[in-house]
């Protein structure tokens, strides 16, 4: 009965923008760390970006000042903001909701072509 549901994904030019929204959804469900992934064609699944329930965040070196995550606790949304997109982000963005309790839940998977 655990759904997350990811929006926001897209096509755009080099140097654009984008943000990714999570929401995820059940009774009295406690998210402790939302995360990111994305999987380009030919390549493993990577970690993109974490956020904790302090809001601690982690990034994984190729995003490193151009994303930013974040979440709204009350409605159990994770957020990826993109900025200054490479035609190397294209992919396709997975979040995932890990809960001490309930273990971890995937997005469906939302699609992020950047174009030079």
């Known amino acids: 009965q655990v759904q997350l549901v990811e929006s926001g994904g897209g096509l755009v030019q080099a140097g654009g923008s984008l943000k990714l929204s999570c929401t995820a959804s059940g009774s009295t469900f406690s998210i402790d760390v939302i995360s990111w992934h994305r999987q380009a064609p030919g390549k493993q699944r990577e970690l993109v970006a974490t956020i904790n329930t302090a809001g601690s965040t982690n990034y994984a070196d190729s995003v490193k000042g151009r994303f930013t995550i974040s979440r709204a606790y009350a409605s159990n949304t994770g957020y990826l903001q993109m900025s200054s997109l490479k035609p190397e982000d294209t992919a396709v963005y997975y979040c995932?909701?890990?809960?001490?309790?309930?273990?971890?839940?995937w997005g469906q998977g939302t699609q992020v072509t950047v174009s030079s």
């Open positions: 995932n909701a890990f809960s001490n309790t309930l273990g971890g839940f």
